[in-house]
């Protein structure tokens, strides 16, 4: 799977929660490093290294070229035990002379005579003492080493001379831990990793982020094609039938598309009786089902909805309507259909009624075939929502009374394998799968036509600002116009003969 600029951009965004929480976590590291790791002073000696020699220029300038030429190989002999040791003894250190040596930093810069020797400590007092003192033994030490001997076996004054010329001071702030660098480093490891499990998360996820990648599972698997994508929208919960909380909105726009589709869905036999299913519970079917039936009343057309999701019936409870007198009541002979279809406003339901002990067997018999055939010749459209179809066999029991199936997959959570099996299984009946609906779709990732669906709607306070103001304008030269004249659907009384 290759992904371009534009695949990045959608894992920033279907990702962010996971980017933000690891960037957050890696900042903390950094923080918790710093504040957990014990602070550390570093104190820094200088010595200049000079050679003993006449006032005389050309032996000044050997000696310069000798001291430069030697002074690389002082720099190792500041580690060195006949440096540490006695250090160690004098100031009493609770560490070993190689200890010590670990702590000790020599650097000799090139094309001069000069030599730094560091100290790192975690008491910054204690830094600068052995600073200093290691910088006196070494240049003790470089002197006994550069001490010739003469004709007589006897050593000679030693020609290099090391003196100090900056002691070392006692650091005002530790070197380590550095906070900026620490959490500075911390974020970017973290926005890095978190980049990379975002990108990883959606390499290996294969649920229906939009109606997109349904659309391309679909045609892989040989199915129909996605006929509209329903937006989430967090009032669904408080108002199930969306044409009543907002006619203009992208979720109720999305069910007109559905709508619209479904009848060219089969232009030889146009579908009557549609069962909505899913793969899997929760995915929105019984949200479908229930704006379906409202969006097909919408036109005027005679509608029922039909709960035949005899594991966890919801249609009654979403709607405010009675469950336990409805489907099964008649099929057991309990009550007519008349006495148990209830009213939604614009379409009739037929609830679930008591869940039986045996739903598959329900549902497949005769009688709720012949109950079908009553109320499509009763009903323009008949709506059927149904049990899930891949745990239950309720869904392919009822095929030969159907119509067509409408396939619900949920955005984020319908994987790929689901949506192919689901088909496999609805094909298995001889029942054509008439589309797919993607439910809870993300706005943003459905392109612009839902933003567009947002701004181009009716303006309600102009609309009545408008009308009262044609209003006025009626009552100003229409004669005999009253106050009663200006309520909306009042009717003029007519003249009567005389």
């Not at 002074?71 to 004098?90: I, L």
């Not at 009541?329 to 002990?357: C, D, K, N, W, Y």
Request: proline share 7%; with cysteine.
């Amino acid at each position: 799977m290759t992904l371009d600029l534009r695949d990045y951009l959608r894992v920033l965004s279907r990702r962010w929660h996971v980017i933000a929480v690891v960037t957050v976590l890696g900042t903390v590291a950094g923080v918790l490093a710093s504040v957990l790791v014990t602070p550390e002073y570093r104190a820094t000696t200088t010595l200049f290294v000079s050679l003993q020699a006449d006032t005389d220029t050309s032996q000044l300038n050997q000696g310069n070229s000798f001291a430069q030429a030697r002074v690389q190989s002082y720099a190792g002999v500041a580690q060195s035990p006949e440096v540490t040791g006695p250090v160690v003894k004098a100031l009493r250190l609770e560490m070993t002379p190689a200890q010590l040596a670990d702590r000790i930093e020599a650097e000799a810069p090139l094309n001069t005579v000069l030599v730094r020797l560091t100290v790192t400590d975690t008491h910054a007092a204690r830094a600068a003492q052995i600073s200093n003192a290691v910088a006196h033994r070494f240049a003790d030490v470089i002197r006994k080493l550069e001490r010739p001997e003469s004709k007589k076996g006897k050593l000679a004054p030693s020609p290099v001379r090391l003196t100090v010329t900056h002691p070392a001071t006692v650091p005002t702030a530790p070197s380590s831990p550095n906070t900026a660098v620490n959490v500075a480093l911390g974020l970017a490891v973290g926005l890095l990793l978190g980049l990379g499990l975002g990108v990883a998360l959606e390499t290996v996820d294969t649920s229906m982020r939009d109606s997109k990648a349904l659309a391309e599972c679909l045609a892989g698997a040989g199915g129909p094609a996605v006929l509209s994508s329903i937006v989430q929208d967090p009032r669904a919960t408080r108002q199930p039938i969306s044409l009543r909380d907002d006619a203009h909105s992208p979720r109720a726009e999305g069910f007109r598309k559905l709508r619209v589709n479904l009848q060219f869905a089969e232009v030889d036999k146009r579908p009557k009786v549609i069962a909505v299913t899913s793969p899997l519970p929760r995915e929105g079917k019984s949200s479908v089902s229930v704006n379906l039936a409202a969006t097909l009343a919408e036109e005027g057309a005679k509608v029922c909805l039909i709960d035949c999701d005899l594991r966890r019936p919801s249609v009654a409870p979403a709607l405010g309507l009675v469950r336990d007198a409805g489907l099964t009541t008649v099929l057991v002979g309990q009550a007519e259909l008349h006495e148990v279809l209830q009213s939604a406003g614009t379409f009739s339901v037929l609830a679930s009624g008591r869940i039986p002990p045996n739903p598959t067997q329900l549902l497949g018999s005769t009688y709720f075939a012949s109950l079908l055939r009553t109320l499509a010749g009763q009903f323009d459209h008949v709506v059927v929502d149904t049990a899930p179809v891949l745990p239950f066999a309720d869904t392919t029991a009822m095929a030969p009374a159907i119509d067509g199936y409408l396939l619900v997959a949920r955005a984020g959570r319908t994987n790929r394998s689901q949506v192919t099996d689901a088909l496999r299984m609805l094909e298995r009946v001889n029942v054509p799968v008439l589309g797919a609906v993607l439910n809870a779709a993300p706005v943003r990732g459905e392109g612009d036509a839902h933003a567009y669906a947002y701004s181009y709607r009716p303006k309600q306070d102009t609309t009545a600002r408008l009308s009262a103001l044609v209003s006025s304008r009626l009552a100003a030269v229409v004669p005999g116009r009253g106050p009663a004249d200006k309520q909306p659907g009042a009717r003029v009384p007519s003249k009567t003969r005389s």
